[in-house]
């Protein structure tokens, strides 16, 4: 098959749909190893877009090359927590190895080796993606082996299975990991009630998105189901949030691999309230390996008529697609989660109008995260009264935390909302703690103080991540690890964000080499002040977080850093102009620069 | 009855129709919101932030917030002008803008708002990117060191002319660039013509018609003449 076949074999997949690039630009890739110039204009032409726009999208996201990157492409998971356990050494070493510079392909074009944005195998690091396969547990020993099957240029499939396991980790089981629900049962219980009795079920559950924001999913799906549609192919869709890229949060990536049933059903029950025939499942990039699992999952439901037409020998249709993600933070965003699947850059959208009234293709779309959509189950099969008896007044059921960093059993924990943090870390066997890293760096960093507090929405909301630091750990390099993660996510679109993210991460670096000053300290907070309300999305909004936490619970971290605590330019300006005023004759305040200032 | 409408910006009771944005309306008014992405032919884009005002106590862009009445509308104020001018430094510092030598000097926005703003230095460390230039049409040039992300050609290209010869792309401080719609990148290699809408509407020194330069001498151009906030008009070159 030449090169252009093999092109269009993927386009026709695809139906020659410029909506469905991300997968068109996945596939070829998979296919070529890079997206040449040439590829980029034949599918431009194909699916008639300026090749700009399919550039654009090209150039977005950090999984799509537009110039060869290596036969072997390794991308180390850089979280904080992979840096916990050792990978700079580990990958410094496999650099040496390689005679490689990070970043950089090989003369003979045969490797790269790089870092990238968290993976989300915290509990099982250090983590790295070949060729965007998931890899876990990395030892010196495994760099020294890896190294001798790119040399011999093994093929990844033939690489030692067990590097690619992937375990659950599974700590703690409460009403959601623990439910005994049959494929079918959920969905069958929410069609015999209606679309109408269902929503009111949900509502009556007072259920709220586990993603971390914490909106009434009632109200979404209720706002969704009353929007009309638009124009000629009006109909409605459901979105399953699955861009799990807030590091430290792995909790999507177990209930897909062991409860995908569960969301499945979530999101058909979705689909039934919002009246929708068909959804999507955006699924990250760094979880391409479930995407078969998942798949094959698929077609299990609909061969036991869980999903298609006649569902369950109703008239209710319904049928799910997996949409892959390329490596971009920000399509954890919902709107920009709908440009991505919509073939375009992952940039949010002005909003309103919200995805409700005008989501994906423009017409009304619920975008809701896995473990929402897992839990609505539980309220279609049990009912609202039995799910409001766990959790807190305000946040009702359970959340799954994803533990790692410093403790004895880092993995997936489910509790009833309300839980302190302290009985968590009790549970996890964390000791000498200092501090927790609560929903990632666009959450809470917890101090001593504060580990009585609560996980739920009214205390402390969180999408699931839950970073352990124990008393040996240095919280400005924490703080400086997001602080180059934003920068590398932020998509560019406004100014704030754009420009902002890069300045906090030079001042981080500048503080880092012992350069810093009281005066970097103050220009930190006012960057903070500008992004947080300048800011286009929550990106930029929240991107000084974990800068501004530690600032202000772990001051000194930052101090010893500091040149100088008081801190006196030795440059006086105004002595600067003595020897100008000597010569012009004047002593009056205009040629005193301090006065001038002053006045 | 809803003609009558007004909001109060900075003490000054703006009218509007319904459906305009807090930037229409004061620019129908005559009153100036700092800006640089918005622009009244074309829909707004939102990424420069300048217009960032504070309603009814919260921050957000005045190009897509639609006017209410009765809204309290904070433009003008110390603390907004600060952020405007960190927005603008921010600009100045992630290209290469070197007034002195610029064809766009007096004509351009991203230097008029920066008087405006009173902005007396960069502020921050230069970033210095390396952004080629593009030479290659016969007609026009293209400098992207002077690009402040602002999308306008590629909404000119898109609505105005049918072209789509832009599109932003890329990601992050260093990726986000113009990207022109032909193989080899080159605007030489498409349809681009003199003519273009967006030719024309670079509120910097992007993209500049070659063989012309300096026809109205520096000192007698748009923003020497009179500052950009006593120049709000509906139309716009």
């Known amino acids: 098959m030449s090169d252009t076949d093999m092109i269009d074999a993927v386009l026709d997949r695809h139906h020659r749909d410029g909506t469905r690039l991300m997968q068109i630009l996945r596939e070829t890739q998979e296919q070529f190893g890079w997206l040449s110039s040439a590829t980029l204009t034949r599918i431009a032409e194909a699916v008639a877009w300026p090749r700009a726009w399919v550039e654009g999208t090209a150039d977005f996201y950090s999984f799509f090359h537009t110039r060869p990157m290596g036969r072997y492409r390794v991308l180390w998971s850089d979280n904080i927590t992979d840096r916990m356990l050792g990978n700079s050494d580990l990958m410094q070493a496999m650099c040496k190895k390689l005679w490689l510079e990070p970043g950089r392909v090989s003369e003979d074009g045969l490797v790269s080796v790089d870092t990238t944005s968290c993976t989300g195998m915290c509990d099982q690091g250090p983590a790295v993606l070949v060729n965007y396969r998931a890899i876990t547990r990395m030892t010196p020993a495994r760099v020294g082996e890896m190294v001798g099957l790119i040399r011999s240029e093994t093929p990844v499939a033939e690489w030692p299975a067990e590097w690619f396991a992937i375990d659950d980790n599974i700590r703690r089981k409460d009403m959601l990991l623990a439910h005994d629900l049959a494929p079918g049962q959920a969905l069958s219980a929410a069609l015999e009630r209606g679309p109408q009795k269902m929503l009111a079920e949900i509502k009556a559950a007072k259920l709220r998105g586990r993603g971390g924001a914490g909106f009434a999913t009632g109200l979404k799906w209720e706002a969704c189901r009353n929007a009309a549609g638009h124009g000629a192919g009006a109909t409605h869709y459901v979105v399953c949030n699955a861009d799990e890229g807030e590091p430290g949060t792995f909790k999507d990536r177990v209930l897909l691999t062991s409860y995908a049933d569960l969301v499945f059903e979530g999101m058909s029950i979705a689909g039934l309230v919002v009246g929708a025939r068909k959804g999507l499942l955006y699924l990250r990039g760094e979880y391409r390996y479930l995407l078969e699992p998942l798949m094959s999952a698929l077609a299990t439901r609909r061969t036991a008529k869980l999903l298609g037409k006649n569902i369950l020998g109703t008239a209710f249709e319904f049928d799910i697609e997996i949409h892959l993600g390329a490596g971009a933070y920000i399509c954890g965003e919902e709107s920009a989660l709908i440009e991505s699947l919509e073939g375009k850059p992952g940039r949010p959208r002005i909003r309103p109008p919200f995805p409700v009234t005008h989501g994906y293709l423009d017409q009304p779309t619920t975008v809701n995260n896995v473990e929402t959509l897992a839990a609505s189950c539980l309220i279609a099969a049990h009912g609202s009264e039995s799910y409001v008896q766990h959790g807190t007044e305000k946040s009702t059921g359970s959340k799954i935390l994803s533990v790692s960093g410093d403790c004895e059993r880092p993995g997936i924990y489910e509790y009833p909302y309300g839980v302190t943090v302290r009985q968590v870390l009790e549970d996890c066997g964390a000791s000498d703690c200092q501090a927790v890293q609560i929903s990632g760096p666009s959450g809470l960093c917890a101090a001593e103080a504060e580990f009585d507090r609560k996980i739920a929405f009214e205390d402390i909301p969180t999408a699931g991540a839950f970073m352990v630091f124990d008393e040996t750990r240095d919280m400005f390099e924490v703080a400086r690890n997001f602080a180059h993660f934003f920068a590398h996510e932020s998509c560019g679109f406004c100014t704030p964000c754009r420009v902002g993210t890069t300045l906090v991460r030079n001042l981080m670096d500048k503080i880092a080499r012992q350069h810093g000053s009281p005066y970097d300290i103050d220009e930190l907070f006012k960057l903070h002040r500008l992004m947080q309300g300048a800011s286009h999305c929550g990106l930029g909004n929240s991107a000084c977080n974990p800068v501004f936490d530690t600032l202000n619970k772990f001051r000194p971290a930052y101090e010893h850093r500091l040149m100088s605590l008081d801190y006196e330019p030795a440059f006086d300006l105004d002595a600067a102009l003595s020897q100008a005023r000597q010569m012009t004759g004047r002593d009056d305040a205009g040629a005193h620069l301090q006065n001038e200032a002053e006045t | ?237």
Not at chain 2, 210 to 231: C, E, H
């Open chain 2, 1 to 237: 009855m809803n003609t009558t409408s007004t909001f109060n910006l900075d003490s000054e009771d703006i009218p509007f129709t319904p459906g305009q944005t807090i930037m229409q309306a004061a620019t129908a008014h005559g009153t100036y919101i700092p800006h640089l992405c918005w622009h009244p032919d074309f829909s707004a884009h939102g990424s420069c932030k300048l217009c960032t005002v504070k309603v009814n106590g919260r921050f957000g862009s005045s190009c897509t917030i639609e006017a209410q009445p009765g809204m309290e509308v904070e433009n003008r104020t110390t603390e907004l002008d600060d952020k405007r001018r960190t927005l603008v430094q921010m600009l100045f510092v992630e290209g290469n803008h070197f007034c002195p030598s610029c064809e766009k000097s007096g004509n351009c926005a991203l230097q008029a708002t920066a008087y405006e703003l009173n902005m007396m230095s960069p502020h921050f460390d230069m970033f210095y990117p390396d952004r080629p230039v593009d030479a290659s049409h016969p007609d026009i040039l293209l400098d992207f060191n002077r690009c402040i992300m602002c999308a306008l050609c590629v909404a000119a290209s898109r609505d105005v002319d049918g072209k789509n010869i832009f599109s932003m792309g890329g990601r992050g401080l260093l990726g986000r660039r113009v990207h022109i719609s032909s193989e080899s990148g080159k605007l030489g290699d498409t349809d681009f013509a003199v003519t273009d809408r967006a030719a024309s509407i670079c509120p910097v020194g992007v993209i500049v018609p070659k063989r012309k330069g300096f026809a109205v001498p520096i000192g007698q151009r748009t923003y020497d003449l009179a500052p950009i906030s006593k120049q709000v008009k509906e139309t716009m070159p």
